[in-house]
């Protein structure tokens, strides 16, 4: 965390939500690794491979130890952030509350395809009350509020879109035969998990308090913190889709989560851009994510950057985070404006943060 307050650090994060005029990014450092085990070994690390997981093999005392690391090593950054949590990202929560079994995995947890037909999980009748994911979900959220006592704020945990979590329900393929072959139940299947999303995040927002009268998302991938409500998008399903398919199909239901915060950010892969036309000419997000992926899973940074600089001209705030080397986030600071651009490279060690100087600041560039 910052050695400021965080009533000292708000201007800057607001200005970087208005795209004013400033002397440097707004910086933030992903602490801990890349993936859920990275920044949870104790905890993730006490299940097996393989294992069939449970809610009752959920539970938030074994993963305290975890936090307390997360918060510390934060607090030592000094940067223009702090450590923001949320319940233990590893888990595909909404993908079980909609059913799917759910396995560990080497590095994170993943969702198994159900077996049932796709027209059946169209119809599925749902009751959060009874759904008991979505109870392990909120009792890990509200020990995770007791534990945090104020000293970070806590979000909702990663809930990914409803074309991820159709993709996880039936498998990809299905989906996207269905939506090219123009077949009913796949938009009603969408429409289900995007009402189920909707009421699961209502639900922990209701249970979740401002701090410091703000609002802050970053569970996973990087942080987003402001004096008004914030939320979190994320469709990696459009990697199977092609541009109509996801303007005409899954922009739509990504509107309907207008109604649970007042600023929404969306989370991309530097691998797979081609929607940002379609993002940009749409109001639906105020803040655009782009998750830089591993060298040799996406082209080199300066591939993409005329796309980067495009997203700036268009004035929206672009949020770049993943495993940026210092030479990178140099190239970051000389090819783009600080003018609403916050950049969170992944950094594992605590040691490493002075690898990206900090304090070394770029021209402002309009």
């Known amino acids: 965390?910052?050695?400021?307050?965080?009533?000292?650090?708000?201007?800057?994060?607001?200005?970087?939500?208005?795209?004013?005029?400033?002397?440097?990014?707004?910086?933030?450092?992903?602490?801990?690794?890349?993936?859920?085990?990275?920044?949870?070994?104790?905890?993730?690390?006490?299940?097996q491979v393989g294992q069939l997981l449970q809610?009752?093999?959920?539970?938030?005392?074994?993963?305290?130890?975890?936090?307390?690391?997360?918060?510390?090593?934060?607090?030592?950054?000094?940067?223009?952030?702090?450590?923001?949590?949320?319940?233990?990202?590893?888990?595909?929560?909404?993908?079980?509350?909609?059913?799917?079994?759910?396995?560990?995995?080497?590095?994170?947890?993943w969702a198994e395809v159900r077996s049932v037909g796709p027209r059946e999980l169209s119809r599925d009748h749902f009751d959060l009350r009874d759904n008991a994911w979505f109870q392990c979900l909120l009792r890990f959220t509200q020990e995770l509020l007791e534990f945090a006592a104020g000293r970070f704020p806590v979000c909702p945990s990663l809930l990914r879109g409803p074309g991820d979590a159709a993709c996880a329900l039936c498998g990809p393929e299905a989906v996207a035969m269905a939506l090219i072959d123009g077949e009913r139940w796949v938009n009603e299947?969408?429409?289900?998990?995007?009402?189920?999303?909707?009421?699961?995040w209502g639900r922990l927002q209701s249970v979740i308090p401002a701090w410091h009268g703000t609002h802050a998302v970053g569970g996973y991938a990087c942080k987003l913190w402001a004096a008004r409500t914030v939320a979190y998008y994320q469709e990696d399903a459009a990697a199977v889709l092609n541009p109509a398919l996801f303007a005409n199909h899954l922009l739509p239901l990504a509107h309907l989560t207008k109604r649970l915060a007042d600023i929404h950010f969306i989370h991309l892969h530097s691998s797979c851009l081609y929607i940002i036309d379609a993002l940009l000419a749409d109001d639906t997000f105020a803040v655009i994510e782009v998750n830089?992926?591993?060298?040799?899973?996406?082209?080199?940074?300066?591939?993409?950057?005329?796309?980067?600089?495009?997203?700036?001209?268009?004035?929206?705030?672009?949020?770049?985070?993943?495993?940026?080397?210092?030479?990178?986030?140099?190239?970051?600071?000389?090819?783009?404006?600080?003018t609403g651009l916050s950049i969170q490279p992944i950094i594992k060690h605590p040691e490493d943060i002075r690898r990206y100087r900090w304090r070394h600041g770029n021209r402002e560039r309009g």
């Open 1 to 47: 965390m910052s050695s400021q307050s965080p009533e000292s650090l708000l201007p800057r994060h607001e200005a970087f939500l208005r795209c004013t005029k400033v002397d440097r990014p707004l910086r933030a450092a992903w602490l801990g690794g890349y993936y859920p085990a990275d920044q949870f070994p104790h905890s993730h690390h006490a299940w």
């Open 55 to 109: 809610p009752a093999d959920v539970r938030f005392a074994a993963f305290r130890e975890d936090y307390e690391t997360l918060y510390r090593v934060h607090r030592e950054a000094d940067d223009d952030f702090f450590y923001v949590g949320s319940a233990y990202w590893g888990i595909p929560w909404l993908e079980a509350i909609l059913g799917c079994a759910v396995h560990v995995g080497e590095t994170s947890c």
């Open 292 to 338: 830089l992926d591993h060298p040799g899973s996406s082209p080199p940074l300066i591939q993409y950057l005329p796309v980067l600089r495009r997203i700036q001209q268009a004035g929206r705030p672009l949020l770049l985070w993943g495993e940026i080397s210092p030479s990178d986030w140099d190239l970051l600071q000389e090819e783009l404006s600080p």
């Open 189 to 200: 299947l969408l429409a289900h998990c995007a009402k189920v999303r909707l009421e699961v």
